[in-house]
């Protein structure tokens, strides 16, 4: 059972960083256009993430359930955008934009921040 709430938790990090991905390139008209180059922002973001958010003890098992816990995942991906935004400008053989890293991790952290709490809730209410 543990193993599998990991894999829950995991798997809507993930997602909800597609979905933030998605919704950054629609906002800005290319999300039919953009094609592979999505995975220019949502592979660096997930790697940052992986990367960063263990050592702040964001999966860890007792702390999923844990209201007060939720700081972990917020400031991970705060901590994680800026190592993003790196790798992105690695990858594009560009600059890294700050107001861009800025607006990622801030919107990420935010929309994983939303994803933790109604995990949270769900956990809370099965008792």
Same mark, same amino acid.
């Given at each position: 059972m543990k193993d599998i709430r990991l894999q829950v938790v995991l798997a809507g990090d993930i997602l909800v960083l597609a979905l933030v991905t998605l919704v950054g390139f629609a906002t800005h008209?290319?999300? #039919? !256009?953009?094609?592979?180059?999505m995975l220019t922002t949502f592979i660096p973001l997930v790697t940052a993430w992986l990367l960063v958010a263990p050592h702040l003890g964001a999966f860890e098992l007792q702390r999923l359930s844990d209201p007060r816990q939720l700081w972990r995942p917020f400031w991970a991906m705060v901590l994680g955008?800026?190592?993003?935004?790196?790798?992105? #400008? !690695?990858?594009?053989?560009?600059?890294?934009?700050?107001i861009f890293v800025v607006i990622l991790g801030g919107i990420s952290a935010l929309s994983l921040l939303a994803w933790r709490s109604v995990y949270w809730l769900i956990i809370a209410r099965r008792g």
């Open positions: 008209g290319e999300l #039919g !256009v953009a094609g592979s180059r955008a800026p190592f993003a935004g790196l790798l992105r #400008g !690695v990858m594009l053989n560009s600059p890294v934009i700050p």
